[in-house]
C-alpha cells in the first residue's frame, strides 16, 4: 500500500507477475478508478477495451455483459503502443518488458 511504503513500481510488480488483485485495486485507486483506465486507452486509440468494476467482481463471466471487455486485437495494440511508442520513457518500456 502506498502509505505503508509499497511504490507504484511495487504494485505494478505485483499485479502484473503474481496477479495480485490488492495490488491492482490500489493502482486503480492512484489513478482514479475503472473509469480513468478506461478514458486513458480511449485517449491511446482504443475504443473497444473498457473496465467498469473493480477486482475480484471484473472478473465474472455475464452472457452479453459487454463490461470489462477487450477483444485480443486491441489488446495487442495497446501493448504495442505501450511497447514501441514514445507513450512511455525507454526505462518505463523496459520495465513493463520485464515484468512481462
Known amino acids: 500500500h502506498l502509505t505503508d511504503g509499497m ?10 507477475t ?6 491492482a485495486n490500489l493502482l486503480l485507486t ?3 478508478g475503472p473509469k480513468e483506465l478506461t ?3 480511449h485517449n491511446m486509440g482504443d475504443h473497444v477495451t473498457r473496465l467498469d468494476r ?5 472478473n465474472e463471466a455475464i452472457p452479453n455483459d459487454e463490461r ?3 477483444m485480443p486485437a486491441a489488446m495487442a ?10 507513450l512511455l520513457t525507454l526505462a518505463s518500456r523496459q520495465q ?5
Request: glycine share 4%; hydrophobic share 45%.
Open 7 to 16: 511504490t507504484v513500481r511495487e504494485l505494478c510488480s505485483a499485479a502484473i
Open 18 to 23: 503474481m496477479s495480485d488483485n490488492t495490488a
Open 30 to 32: 492512484t489513478i482514479g
Open 39 to 41: 478514458a486513458f486507452l
Open 54 to 58: 473493480w477486482e475480484p467482481e471484473l
Open 68 to 70: 470489462d471487455t477487450t
Open 77 to 86: 495494440t495497446t501493448l504495442r503502443k505501450l511497447l514501441t511508442g514514445e
Open 96 to 100: 513493463l518488458i520485464d515484468w512481462m
